[in-house]
């Protein structure tokens, strides 16, 4: 028996077999010349080569889907006619016979090439087909030099995934229905996978650092992600110790549901309001499960990252059309997309940035793509009859962008107007506050923005200097932090003076340890996981206003992390002793 402890990214109790996937890339692909009498030999590994990954990918479509739906069956359907196109073959038989170099570096530079011309080419549709054509090519690549490489994607039996990293569109496209945990040697607690984990109920820890080098394949798991844990190779104290900890987790589970239907009101009568973080159109129906008053942040940019989904305005339509419908005229805040930072879509390149993380991302990446931008507005403008939708512009820095934005935001409106497509004529456009220039220029931008919703996960990251995806300064991300309550005040108080709403929606408003804190400090609106609404709920229903701004004023005279959180802990010990 050994335990590993990390970092709790997404809640629950689960045991099973580990798979370790260690992905390997593709090695350099050789390069040389072959005689005349050769040709035939190499275009019969082509024809084989291609025969073998048209089989892996028939198997692949198969189980998609019956066990992932027809978007993700469609992705591996659309590979295999690409791949079996008459064109591409014909080119790559031609080009060997010409070159006379080995089929590898001719199936290598041929997809190459492809992919650089779509890359090229002013139309986002064709550009996103690059990411098909490398992911075919690697396929093909992989038979003829002779790498199995096993995908996340052709899991057929549950596992405990223990992997390095994962990037969220991987997290997308793995076979999720085989994937009962995740255990990982990178991540923080506000990385995408922990936010996109927590999002599909996968329960995960995070942050290990050398699980992949402690854990062999076929080793049993406990992951218990309260404190943390992974047990590998439990002995029986474990065993018996994780069927008390199920029975436990199951029992506050369905406690926590009983307040569903029961208002955010404090014990002195103040009324919040609580809502749900999704990813994907399908989680809507769980924020209603949850009691979630409907969607604070619905990051819209996930739709783009799933590999191999059209996403022109017809399909975005459609998946907010989705959301909106869902939640039956309950608000639905649709955030603009969030590309770039660690959410990269190849066919843009954004991955070749020296700091991803402070370059073309967010509101920047869309304003300086026009087009693209405005198909989004248009396609939520047009689903915004179907409900109630409000758009929210990501990583504002400035009054600048805010006024870009909404002036495109206006053109859109005006095409929808010309092509006599109705909308919503009182949709309402806020901001999120993430970037500390946002924060300290809250009063500025409240004038021109319907709300704010703090992004705390960005705005520790900036404001405090700490990589959110990077295990190793992990420690120093402080939702209590004097910096981050200054700017969170801040924020608070400008929205309040120009009588707009103050929402969160980055992790620290789904943490119950920080309820009171900003329940105090003014917060309106928190959102969050949907898993998180019951017990946030519960510790507003059992908090009282006057109680809770007492214990901001203190905090707010704090003078580190440590201390503050320390008074946090105290505070709620009193206040709540039965927790
Ligand atoms: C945030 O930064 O807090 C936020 C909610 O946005 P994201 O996690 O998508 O960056
Ligand atoms: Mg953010």
Redo the contacts with the bound molecule.
């Keep these: 028996m050994k335990k590993l402890v990390g970092i709790p990214g997404s809640p629950g109790i689960v045991m099973g077999k580990a798979f370790l996937y260690l992905e390997k890339a593709l090695p350099e692909i050789p390069r040389y010349s072959i005689r005349t009498d050769q040709v035939e030999g190499e275009l019969k590994r082509f024809k084989l080569a291609c025969e073998e990954a048209a089989a892996d990918m028939r198997a692949l479509h198969e189980r998609a889907a019956a066990e992932m739906g027809k978007e993700q069956a469609d992705i591996f359907a659309a590979h295999l006619m690409m791949l079996e196109d008459a064109d591409i073959q014909d080119q790559i038989s031609g080009t060997l016979k010409e070159t006379r170099e080995n089929i590898e570096w001719v199936v290598y530079d041929t997809a190459r090439h492809m992919a650089d011309k779509m890359l090229s080419s002013p139309d986002p549709a064709f550009r996103e087909r690059a990411a098909d054509i490398n992911d075919i090519s690697s396929r093909v690549l992989g038979r003829l030099l002779s790498i199995n490489k096993a995908s996340l994607a052709e899991l057929d039996t549950d596992v405990i995934l223990v992997t390095h990293d994962l990037l969220p569109s991987q997290m997308l496209t793995m076979n999720r229905a085989h994937i009962k945990g995740i255990v990982l040697d990178m991540g923080g607690l ?1 990385s995408h996978t922990a ?1 996109l984990a927590r999002a599909f109920n996968i329960p995960a820890v995070l942050g290990l650092a050398s699980a992949t080098a402690e854990i062999a394949g076929g080793d049993t798991l406990i992951l218990n992600t309260k404190p943390g844990e992974v047990i590998v190779n439990p002995g029986k104290k474990e065993l018996d110790r994780l069927e008390r900890a199920q029975v436990n987790y199951n029992k506050t589970l369905k406690e926590s549901l009983q307040t569903r239907n029961l208002p955010a009101q404090t014990t002195d009568g103040h009324r919040v309001s609580l809502k749900a973080n999704i990813e994907l159109p399908e989680e809507a129906e769980a924020v209603l499960r949850f009691g979630g008053e409907g969607i604070g ?1 619905y ?1 819209s940019e996930f739709l783009f990252l799933n590999p191999g989904q059209a996403t022109g305005e017809e399909e975005q339509f459609r998946a907010y059309s989705q959301v909106i419908k869902a939640m039956k005229n309950l608000p639905v805040t649709i955030r603009t997309v ?1 590309i770039g930072g660690d959410k990269i879509l190849p066919e843009f390149q954004a991955a070749s940035e020296t700091n991803p993380l402070l370059g073309w991302r967010g509101i920047r990446f869309s304003l300086s793509m026009p087009d693209f931008f405005k198909t989004q507005l248009r396609a939520i403008l047009r689903a915004s009859v179907k409900g109630n939708v409000r758009i929210m512009f990501p990583l504002i820095s400035g009054i600048e962008e805010l006024n870009a934005a909404l002036e495109l935001l206006e053109e859109a409106k005006a095409e929808c107007r010309k092509k006599k497509q109705p909308f919503a004529s009182n949709i309402e456009t806020g901001i ?1 506050v ?1 970037v500390p220039s946002a924060a300290m220029t809250a009063d500025i931008l409240a004038q021109k923005a319907d709300f704010f919703s703090i ?5 520790i990251q900036y404001s405090l200097a700490v990589d959110r995806g990077n295990e190793k300064v992990g420690y120093l991300a402080h939702p209590a932090h004097p910096a981050l309550l200054r700017f969170i005040k801040t924020t608070i108080d400008a929205a309040h003076n120009r009588g707009i709403t103050a929402a969160m ?2 992790e620290m408003a789904g943490d119950p340890g920080m309820t009171a804190l900003l329940l105090g400090l003014g917060l309106d609106e928190f959102s969050m996981a949907a898993s998180s609404i019951p017990l946030v709920k519960r510790i507003v229903r059992n908090a009282s206003i006057s109680a809770c701004r007492e214990l901001a004023g203190e905090i707010l005279k704090g003078v580190s992390a440590t201390a503050n959180n320390a008074l946090l802990k105290d505070w709620t010990a009193e206040m709540f002793p039965e927790n």
Aim: hydrophobic residues 30%.
């Design positions: 506000t936010i942040l990051r969030d999120m993430e992004g705390t996960n960005d705005l929606c980055g």
